[in-house]
């Protein structure tokens, strides 16, 4: 005799329309986040290589998932404790603004449950939390520019150090802007917010915590290959500086 694993009866009709509500409720408290974030995605060129990675590896997923795949458009336990949880986060933003951005992914994760069931938790959480750190890199990309073209400027200069070259870095001024001005063999080279590392650096991110999430492995490990990632693609930034250099 077979077991019926689907015992539960399915959602009445009024459930699935205040269920409905609650989803349209959700997109509306959390548009003016979604809008923000989506025109600073605009604005940061560097980061549409990594949208193209959570894109392709989202698809990738999707089609290896899609006959297991069950649409809900309900709210189970799980779905309706995320969603208050994003109401509350989205509530204490009021004193730190950043978790705003916090709570935007806890309601695309309600979201998710909604359309899915409570039985793609486990997918999903996985899928929102590697989003969420390319929701953390839209907003930290400014923060990061001019460190990031600093270092690169001075690791390109020690190199060319090394190869016997004259080499100066310094600040300069472009149309009224302060730049890093990098000298090499007495011809000047502008570090550009292109040089900065940071487009390779968050795609090489997202790429590696797509794996990663997707192996068994332990925590240590997993920050080991985070870390060896990371380096991989800041050395891989530097070796393209010196040649854009070189062959210029």
């Known amino acids: ?138 907003w930290l990309t400014p923060l990061f520019d001019w460190p990031l073209r600093k270092l690169a400027g001075q690791n390109v200069a020690w190199i060319f150090q090394q190869l016997g070259q004259d080499v100066k870095l310094a600040l300069a001024m472009e149309d009224q802007r302060s730049v890093l001005s990098l000298t090499v063999a007495g011809k000047p080279y502008v570090v550009a917010p292109e040089c900065n590392g940071f487009g390779i650096l968050s795609s090489s991110l997202l790429l590696a915590l797509v794996v990663l999430v997707l192996q068994r492995k332990s925590l240590v490990d997993k920050m080991l290959d985070l870390v060896v990632c990371l380096a991989a693609a800041f050395v891989a930034n530097i070796l393209r500086i010196v040649l854009i250099i070189l062959l210029a």
Not at 58 to 79: D, E, K
């Open 1 to 138: 005799m077979e077991k019926n694993d689907d015992i539960t009866a399915p959602p009445s009709l009024g459930s699935r329309l205040w269920a409905a509500a609650l989803f349209l409720l959700i997109g509306l408290a959390f548009w003016p986040i979604w809008n923000w974030l989506a025109r600073s995605f605009l604005e940061r060129e560097q980061l549409y290589t990594g949208a193209v990675v959570l894109v392709v590896a989202g698809a990738h997923h999707w089609m290896n998932r899609a006959q297991r795949v069950r649409i809900s458009l309900t709210f189970g336990p799980v779905g309706l404790r995320v969603m208050l949880a994003a109401f509350v986060v989205l509530g204490v933003s009021r004193w730190f603004p950043p978790l705003a951005l916090a709570s935007a992914c806890l309601a695309l994760l309600a979201g998710i449950l909604f359309l899915f069931g409570d039985n793609s938790w486990r997918p999903a959480s996985k899928a929102v939390g590697v989003f969420t750190v390319f929701v953390l890199l839209i």
